[in-house]
């Protein structure tokens, strides 16, 4: 039985600068190939408006919901594990 090897070292996301544009944004749901162990020299703001989860920053291990706002700078490996919100009826 093999195991899949674990990842440790962040892997640089080269990103595209969509013709000189100042600002990309993206929006994507969990789970999502954009949420990965990774970094890049780019900024990034991250709000969160509909899951709930862990957020690894850096060093920084933490919580995330609705509202919730990061900015990582750059070079500083980013990822997270979601569970969607049920919204409310």
Request: proline share 9%; aromatic share 12%.
């Amino acid at each position: 039985m093999s195991r899949t090897p674990r990842i440790t070292e962040p892997s640089y996301e080269l990103m595209d600068d969509h013709g000189g544009m100042s600002i990309i944004y993206r929006q994507h749901g969990f789970p999502s190939p954009l949420v990965r162990w990774h970094f890049h020299k780019e900024y990034e703001l991250h709000l969160i408006v509909a899951s709930a989860g862990k957020v690894f920053i850096g060093d920084y291990i933490g919580n995330f919901h609705p509202g919730s706002l990061f900015s990582p700078g750059p070079t500083c490996p980013t990822t997270g594990s979601a569970s969607w919100l049920k919204a409310s009826t």
